[in-house]
């Protein structure tokens, strides 16, 4: 049987190829519970490609043994990339989405191809451990990112002279501010500004006490972490 499952045949094929759409389903699942851009069908077809293009390209290198069996593959880690690309987006407020989901998709690709390589073992670990990261490590990584020494802030302002008394009021708790940015934002008035902040404070607080501190300060009509 073990023999059947390496070699290229129809029952190997129809196996990589469910297998492929197993695991990127279960890949996807968890992306699709959080209503991330590319959820449950997205990883299953990004999955089952992948593999379709390893059991094509061992299948060109069977009748033509001059061909290099690994440049389809390598076409698919490179190209993989352009979905990524669509499904990371900057917010009005500069934030960053989509990268667990753009790495999410790469991830699902390289399973994709490991089983339709024939390496089983591999896409399965592989499968699992991807799983892990991306569903069971959620919750500690928000929980170390929550307490961080370094915090970027979105703050709006009622007026453009609120930004001034609001530096003091960070200078007053010994906080460091290391970057700003000033730009606009749609839902202020024409006095009104918005500012990016990067802080870095004197110890590891957790960041919604911060957060709640400087929504004290005079002028803040807005604040959120970013």
Request: proline residues 2%; contains cysteine; hydrophobic residues 50%.
């Amino acid at each position: 049987m073990l023999d059947i499952l390496t070699e290229l045949n129809v029952v190997s094929t129809t196996v990589r190829l469910l297998l492929a759409l197993v695991c990127g389903g279960v890949i996807g699942i968890e992306r699709g519970r959080k209503k991330r851009p590319a959820g449950f069908r997205t990883y299953m077809l990004v999955c089952v490609g992948s593999a379709l293009v390893m059991i094509t390209n061992l299948y060109i290198s069977e009748k033509f043994p001059n061909i290099d069996p690994a440049r389809m593959g390598a076409q698919v880690i490179s190209g993989i990339g352009f979905l990524g690309a669509g499904t990371i987006i900057v917010t009005g407020r500069n934030r960053v989405k989509g990268l667990t989901t753009a790495a999410g998709l790469w991830a699902s690709a390289c399973v994709g191809l490991s089983i339709g390589v024939g390496f089983y073992s591999g896409a399965v670990i592989g499968c699992i451990l991807i799983l892990i990261v991306m569903a069971a490590l959620h919750s500690l990584d928000d929980r170390v990112m929550a307490s961080t020494k370094v915090i970027n802030l979105y703050v709006e302002f009622a007026k453009v002279s609120d930004v001034g008394s609001f530096m003091e009021y960070i200078k007053i708790h010994e906080m460091k501010i290391s970057d700003l940015e000033m730009n606009r934002s749609n839902s202020l008035n024409e006095s009104g500004v918005a500012v990016l902040f990067t802080l870095r404070l004197s110890k590891k607080v957790p960041h919604a006490e911060i957060i709640h501190l400087l929504s004290l300060a005079e002028g803040v009509s807005y604040i959120e972490e970013v």
